[in-house]
C-alpha cells in the first residue's frame, strides 16, 4: 500500500513512499523551503529468490528546484549589490580624492604664511625655521591616531568620523587666521594656530590612508594609492602656482580665507558620506567589549616588527641620515626674499618644479630603478643630495652672475633640487618596509615609519636652528651662510659611513627573513611534540592508576 505523507513542517514539499519512517526535510533559514521531488522505494522482495532483499533507493530527480519568489529575491539582492558597489565606488573616488587634493593644496596657504612671517611680521630667520618645524610635532604620534583609528569606533564607523574631526580641526585654524587679524599678528596665538592644523591634517591623512588600504583590499582596486598620490601631486603642483600669484595680488588672510572655503567643502562631503554605504565593516558587539584589548594587541605586534633587524637597520639608517644634517631652510629662504628680492611667483615656481621632477623620478624608479641593489641607489642618491646643497651655496656666492645665469633663472632650476632628493630617497625605505611589514600590522607599522621620519626632519631643523645661532645668521647679516651650507655637507656625507645598515637586496632580506621564520617555527613544533608526548605519557600513569 503506497501511502502519501505531507510533511507538518512545509506545506510545499509532498513526499511519496511507503515506509512510514522517512523523515521530513529540514528546515530552512528565513523561512525558505526548496521544493524537492523524492521517490523512495521500500525494502521489496524479489519473486524469484527468498533471501534477496533490495537495500532502499533515493532517487533524486533532476536538480534542486527554486521558487520563484527566491529567484526574484536573488537577482534583486545582486542588482542591489551592484549598484551599491558602484556607487560605493563612486562615493570612495569623490571623498579621497578631493580629499587627497586638499593635502596636496596644503602648501598654498603654508607660502602665504611664510611670507606673512618673514615681511608682516619680520621675524628671525631661525624663529621663521622654528615654527616651521615645531609645527610638525602632531605628526609624530601618527601611530597613534592610526591605533586608534583601527580600535575605537564612533557612531559605528571608525574611518570617516576622523576624516571629519581632522578637517574640522583645520577649519578652526585657518579660519581665526583669515577673519581675525589679532590672531595672525601675535606670533604665540600664530603657533597654537599652526599646531592645531596640523594636529588635524595628521589625523585626516591616518584616516584616509588606511581607508584607501581598506577598500582596495576589499574590492581589489590595488591602483587606489596611485589615484591618492597623483591626486595630491596635483593638489601641490596647482597650489604653488596659484600661491605665487596670490601673494602679488592679494593679501595672506585672503589666503587663507579661500583655504578655509575649500576645507568647509570637504567638511561637508565628509559629513553627508556614510561609511556603511562603502559596504566596509560596521563594529560587533565582541569589538566593543575588547577595544583595550585589541590596542594592546597592535602594540604588541608593533613592538615585534620594529624589533626584527630586517626592519629596525634600515629604518635606523634612513632616520639617522636626515636627523643628523642641519636644515637651513628658513635662512635660505629669508636670504632669497630679502636680500635677493626675488618673486614670491619665481619661489612658487620653483617648488612646481621640484615637485614635477620627484613624479619624474618616482616613475623612473617604478620603471627601471626598482631592481636596482637597495644599498647601490640609497647611497648614489645620498650623494647627489649632499652635492646637491652646495648649489644654495653658488647662489649665496652669486657664482650663477659670473656664468651669465641670473638670479631667477637658477632659483627657478635648482632652488628646489635639494628638497626634491631628500623626499625621493624615502621611496625605497617606503618598498621595503611596506613588502617585509608582518601580516596584520601595515598600518601600525607605516604610520610608526611615516611619524619617524617626521620627528627625525623636525630634530634636522631644531639642528639648523642652533647651528644658524652659533655662527650668527640674522636677517640683516647673512655673512656666515656660505659656512653654514658647507657644514650641511659635510653632514649629509656622514650616514654614507653606516651605508652597511642598508640592505643589499631586497630578495635577500626576504630569504633570511623565511630561514628565521622557518627555524623558529620547526622550534615551536619541537616544543610542541615534546608537551604533548609528556602530556599522553602523564595520561597513561593515571590510567594504570586507576586500573590498578
Known amino acids: 500500500m503506497i501511502q502519501s505523507l505531507l510533511c507538518p513542517q512545509s506545506p510545499l514539499t509532498t513526499t511519496t513512499t511507503s515506509d512510514p519512517r522517512i523523515h521530513c526535510p529540514r528546515r530552512l533559514s528565513n523561512l525558505e523551503y526548496i521544493p524537492t521531488k523524492i521517490i523512495c522505494s521500500s525494502q521489496t522482495r524479489n519473486p524469484n529468490s527468498v533471501n534477496n532483499f533490495t537495500k532502499p533507493r533515493n532517487n533524486i530527480l533532476g536538480p534542486v528546484m527554486v521558487t ?144 584607501v588600504a581598506e577598500y582596495g583590499q576589499k574590492y581589489k582596486m590595488g591602483g587606489l594609492q596611485s589615484f591618492a598620490f597623483m591626486a595630491s601631486a596635483v593638489g601641490g603642483v596647482l597650489g604653488n602656482l596659484l600661491g605665487g600669484y596670490f601673494l602679488l595680488k592679494a593679501p595672506p588672510r585672503t589666503m587663507f580665507l579661500a583655504f578655509s572655503v575649500l576645507l568647509s567643502l570637504q567638511l561637508m562631503f565628509s559629513l553627508t558620506t556614510r561609511e556603511d554605504s562603502l559596504g566596509l565593516s560596521q563594529q560587533s558587539n565582541q569589538a566593543r567589549k575588547s577595544i583595550w584589548e585589541s590596542i594592546r594587541k597592535q602594540l604588541s605586534d608593533l613592538r615585534m616588527a620594529i624589533k626584527e633587524e630586517s626592519i629596525s637597520r634600515p629604518l635606523t639608517w634612513v632616520v639617522a641620515s636626515i636627523a643628523t644634517v642641519p636644515i637651513l631652510s628658513g635662512s635660505i629662504f629669508c636670504y632669497q626674499t630679502q636680500c635677493l628680492h626675488l618673486d614670491p611667483s619665481v619661489i612658487g615656481m620653483s617648488r612646481v618644479i621640484g615637485q614635477l621632477m620627484l613624479l619624474s623620478l618616482t616613475v623612473l624608479y617604478d620603471r627601471f630603478w626598482k631592481d636596482v641593489p637597495v644599498r647601490k641607489l640609497v647611497g648614489v642618491v645620498q650623494m647627489i643630495y649632499a652635492s646637491s646643497l652646495l648649489l644654495d651655496l653658488v647662489l649665496v656666492r652669486q657664482i650663477n652672475l659670473l656664468l651669465g645665469i641670473p638670479n631667477e633663472v ?61 655662527i650668527r645668521i640674522t636677517s640683516g647679516d647673512y655673512s656666515s651662510l656660505p659656512v653654514g651650507i658647507l657644514i650641511q655637507f659635510l653632514a649629509a656625507l656622514v650616514p654614507l659611513g653606516w651605508l652597511h645598515y642598508v640592505p643589499m637586496s631586497q630578495t635577500i632580506v626576504e630569504k633570511d627573513r623565511k630561514k628565521r621564520l622557518s627555524r623558529r617555527t620547526r622550534k615551536n613544533r619541537r616544543i610542541g611534540r615534546t608537551s604533548l608526548d609528556s602530556l599522553s605519557a602523564y595520561r597513561r600513569e593515571r590510567e594504570s592508576e586507576t586500573q590498578s
Open 68 to 211: 520563484p519568489i527566491q529567484v526574484a529575491r536573488k537577482g534583486r539582492d545582486i542588482g542591489e549589490e551592484r549598484d551599491f558597489s558602484q556607487l560605493g565606488a563612486r562615493q570612495m573616488l569623490i571623498l579621497c580624492g578631493f580629499g587627497y587634493w586638499v593635502q596636496g593644496f596644503r602648501c598654498f596657504p603654508w607660502l602665504a604664511l611664510n611670507f606673512h612671517m618673514a615681511h608682516g611680521l619680520n621675524v628671525y630667520p631661525s624663529t621663521l625655521q622654528l615654527v616651521q618645524f615645531s609645527g610638525n610635532l602632531p605628526m609624530v604620534a601618527k601611530p597613534l591616531y592610526g591605533i586608534l583609528s583601527d580600535a575605537l569606533y564612533i557612531f559605528g564607523a571608525h574611518r570617516i568620523p576622523y576624516i571629519s574631526i581632522g578637517v574640522l580641526l583645520q577649519v578652526l585654524a585657518w579660519g581665526p587666521m583669515a577673519l581675525a587679524p589679532i590672531v595672525g599678528q601675535a606670533l604665540p596665538t600664530l603657533m597654537a594656530c599652526v599646531l592645531l592644523s596640523n594636529l588635524g591634517a595628521s589625523i585626516a591623512e591616518v584616516a584616509k590612508d588606511a581607508l
Open 410 to 470: 637658477f632659483a627657478l632650476c635648482f632652488s628646489g633640487l635639494a628638497e626634491t632628493l631628500a623626499q625621493f630617497k624615502l621611496l625605497p625605505f617606503l618598498v621595503l618596509v611596506a613588502n617585509l611589514c608582518p601580516r596584520g600590522c601595515e598600518g601600525s607599522l607605516t604610520s610608526f615609519l611615516a611619524s619617524a621620519l617626521c620627528l627625525s626632519s623636525i630634530l634636522g631643523g631644531f639642528l639648523g636652528v642652533g647651528l644658524a645661532s652659533l
